[in-house]
């Protein structure tokens, strides 16, 4: 019998002069900002959730603790709406 993975967070953080976007430990983009990456993540984020899939967004930063993002900043129409703030902008 197979188990499937019913909650797949995604990963935003920097390397080198680029942000990037993981999922289950394997890197899915390079952006170069933050607000690129995190609007990558969160798009994503809310596709699979359509498909069933609990899913969370982490904000890291190297030598900082990892934060992970409001679950309403999961749904594509406040991404639409709102900017994602102050702390979040590269």
């Known amino acids: 019998m197979?188990?499937?993975m019913?909650?797949?967070?995604?990963?935003?953080?920097?390397?080198?002069?680029?942000?990037?976007?993981?999922?289950?430990?394997?890197?899915?983009?390079?952006?170069?900002?933050?607000?690129?990456a995190l609007r990558s993540a969160l798009e994503d984020a809310e596709r699979v959730d359509r498909m069933?899939?609990?899913v969370s967004v982490w904000l890291r930063h190297p030598g900082r603790s990892s934060r992970k993002?409001?679950?309403?900043?999961?749904?594509?129409a406040a991404i639409a709406r709102r900017s994602l703030g102050p702390t979040l902008r590269a």
């Open 2 to 4: 197979t188990m499937h």
């Open 6 to 36: 019913r909650h797949v967070d995604y990963v935003v953080e920097p390397l080198d002069d680029e942000w990037t976007v993981s999922m289950r430990g394997e890197r899915a983009g390079r952006f170069p900002s933050r607000l690129a």
């Open 52 to 54: 069933g899939f609990e």
């Open 69 to 76: 993002l409001p679950d309403r900043l999961l749904s594509q």
